[in-house]
C-alpha cells in the first residue's frame, strides 16, 4: 500500500509538471505568435489604402464627366432656342419690304432728292409765242409734274405712281394724238430720225451752233445713262421746254433717276436744267452719258 501510495504521488507529481511545463510552453507560444499577428494586420492595412486610391479618382473622374456633358447640353438648347425666334422675326423683315417701295419713293424726294418741280407757263421765256399743239404737249407734261410721281422702271402710266423716261413720253403724246408714238427711248429714237427731222450734236458746248435750231417741244436723246444692249443704243429721253425767264437756262421736262433742276437733284416727274454731261468717266462709252441730239416731234405743227 505504502508502495502503491507513493507511485501515485510519484506520477501525479510528474503529472503536474508537465501541465506545469505545458502552460508555459503554451504561453511562451502565445507570447511569440501574437507578434506576427500584428505584423499581418499592418499588412493588411497596406493593402487595403491600396484600392481605395484606385476608387477614389474614379469618383473624381465620374464627377466631371456629367459636369461638361450638362452644360453642353445647356448651351444647344439655347442655341436652338435663340434661332426660333429669328425665322419668326424674318417674316416680320419680309414685310417690310412691301413697304419699301412706297418709303424709297418718298426718300427719293427727301434724303435723295428735292420735291419734283413744274413751271407756270409764264415762268418760260415766250411760251405764250408757242404753237398752240405745242403749248398743248407742254401743258400735259407740266401737269404731270404736279402729280408727285416718282422714277418707275418700265411704267407708262401715272396710275402706277410714277414713270420711266420713255413712258413719260409715250404718255403724254399718247394723250394727246400721236397714236403711232413708239413705247420705249430706242425706238422713239428711229421714229424721230425716220421723219427726218434730227440734228446730231458732237459738241458738249452748251452754246454750240449745233443747238441753233433747237425749239421747244423736241424730243432730246441720250446714251450711255446705263448699261444695256440695244441697237440704237439710246438710254434716255425728254421733252425740251426752252428757257427759264428767271435764270435764262435751258430747262426740259421728264422722268429721271437723279437729274438736276436749280442745282438739286430730282427723282421721279420734274422739270430739269438741259445741260451737257461731263466727259466720260471710262474707257466704257455705254456707262457714261452722251447726248446724242435732238428732233421734232412727228407730226407736231411748230407753226
Not at 432728292?113 to 407742254?138: E, F, M
Not at 424730243?219 to 425740251?240: E, K, S
Not at 471710262?282 to 452719258?289: F, L, T, V
Request: hydrophobic share 30%; net charge positive; aromatic share 10%.
Amino acid at each position: 500500500m505504502k508502495w502503491l501510495l507513493i507511485c501515485v504521488i510519484f506520477f501525479g507529481v510528474v503529472d503536474v509538471a508537465a501541465s506545469a511545463q505545458e502552460s508555459l510552453g503554451t504561453k511562451i507560444k502565445k507570447v511569440f505568435e501574437p507578434s506576427p499577428t500584428p505584423s499581418r494586420k499592418h499588412r493588411k492595412k497596406k493593402t487595403t489604402p491600396e484600392p481605395t486610391p484606385t476608387a477614389s479618382p474614379k469618383r473624381k473622374k465620374a464627377s466631371p464627366t456629367p459636369s461638361p456633358t450638362s452644360t453642353p447640353k445647356g448651351k444647344s438648347k439655347r442655341k436652338k432656342a435663340s434661332p426660333t425666334p429669328t425665322p419668326e422675326g424674318s417674316p416680320s423683315a419680309t414685310a417690310t419690304p412691301s413697304a419699301s417701295p412706297k418709303e424709297s419713293s418718298e426718300a427719293g424726294r427727301g434724303k435723295k432728292g428735292w420735291p419734283n418741280v413744274s413751271l407756270p407757263p409764264d415762268a418760260i421765256d415766250g411760251y405764250d409765242k408757242y404753237p398752240s399743239k405745242v403749248r398743248q404737249v407742254l401743258d400735259a407734261g407740266l401737269a404731270l409734274a404736279k402729280e408727285n410721281l416718282t422714277y418707275t422702271y418700265g411704267s407708262a402710266d401715272p396710275a402706277n405712281g410714277g414713270m420711266d423716261c420713255s413712258g413719260f413720253i409715250y404718255y403724254v403724246l399718247k394723250q394727246n394724238g400721236f397714236a403711232d408714238v413708239p413705247r420705249d427711248s430706242s425706238q422713239q429714237y428711229v421714229w424721230v430720225r425716220k421723219a427726218g427731222d434730227f440734228h446730231a450734236v458732237l459738241s458738249r458746248k452748251e452754246d454750240s451752233f449745233e443747238f441753233n435750231d433747237l425749239k421747244p417741244g423736241d424730243l432730246l436723246f441720250w446714251r450711255g445713262t446705263y448699261n444695256i444692249d440695244r441697237d440704237p443704243p439710246i438710254t434716255h429721253t425728254m421733252i425740251y421746254l426752252g428757257r427759264e425767264e428767271r435764270t435764262n437756262k435751258r430747262v426740259m421736262i421728264g422722268s429721271s433717276d437723279g437729274r438736276t433742276y436749280d442745282g438739286k437733284q430730282r427723282w421721279g416727274v420734274s422739270v430739269f436744267d438741259f445741260k451737257m454731261p461731263p466727259p466720260p468717266q471710262s474707257g466704257d462709252a455705254r456707262i457714261s452719258p452722251v447726248f446724242v441730239g435732238y428732233g421734232r416731234i412727228p407730226g407736231l405743227a411748230t407753226e
